[in-house]
């Protein structure tokens, strides 16, 4: 089974953006598992720019682009060396892969990149994804990818992956009294349940971000989970356990 797994900035990071290293031992431990079953799995994680914050000592993500650039610039290093040591521990190589809207509009850059996270995959190296902040304008444009989330989506129907699964702090869809969804059937008055833009200060991402993510993606054929990245979520969900809000294919 080919995996999209995406983690959002707060799911790893405290709230100061330094990296939760229970949460990111737990969360590697799992993903070191699901691939050593056979599964291919790509890795989408945000929250190179959140240890930037935290290394420069700013109180909350900036707003100017050339802050978040400076951010990504300083905290990528620490973020990869990171899971490169955390991954490594359990025996896995890691890629580090960065990415651009630029990456997926011309049809030879996008086949270079599928082409690139396949021959990874297959080699048995876990490709560490992430939106490349650094160089990356599209916020000014209003074309981010949310905290990754529409970036894992355009990867997983890249790659025809058969699941994505996104994580972040809240334990799947929740209804108006706090209860979790289980399964979602259509999304028909789905997008009523969430605040657009709501988010976290370290991130640009929210519920809604996900839940277009998720549209677009089970109407590509790939089946979603979201779930909570602060628990065990991802051995869970391939256990078969019940967890999370799962999107089946085709959801409309």
């Keep these: 089974m080919r995996i999209v797994v995406k983690v959002g900035t707060h799911a790893i990071a405290t709230k100061s953006g330094r990296a939760d290293r229970k949460a990111l031992h737990r969360l590697v431990a799992q993903l070191a598992t699901i691939a050593k079953a056979g599964n291919e799995v790509l890795f989408v994680s945000s929250g190179a720019v959140a240890a930037g914050v935290e290394a420069l000592g700013l109180g909350s993500r900036p707003t100017n682009i050339n802050d978040i650039q400076m951010c990504a610039a300083v905290g990528q290093a620490s973020f990869i060396y990171e899971y490169e040591r955390l991954f490594a521990s359990h025996g896995m190589k890691i890629g580090q892969v960065l990415l651009t809207h630029y990456d997926f509009e011309a049809h030879h850059r996008a086949q270079n990149v599928k082409k690139s996270l396949t021959h990874l995959v297959k080699a048995g190296i876990i490709p560490v994804i992430n939106e490349n902040d650094v160089v990356a304008d599209e916020e000014i444009k209003g074309r981010s990818f949310g905290d990754n989330d529409w970036l894992s989506f355009l990867i ?24 979790r969804i289980p399964k979602v059937e259509s999304f028909r008055n789905v997008m009523r349940l969430v605040k657009a833009g709501e988010k976290g200060n370290l991130s640009k991402g929210g519920m809604d971000s996900k839940l277009k993510a998720v549209k677009a993606a089970v109407a590509s054929g790939i089946d979603v989970y979201i779930a909570n990245g602060r628990k065990k979520s991802l051995a869970a969900i391939m256990s078969g356990k019940q967890t999370g809000t799962f999107f089946p294919a085709s959801t409309l």
């Design 156 to 179: 997983a129907k890249l790659v025809r992956a058969d699941l994505l699964i996104l994580l972040t702090t809240v334990d799947g869809l929740l209804d108006n009294e706090g209860k």
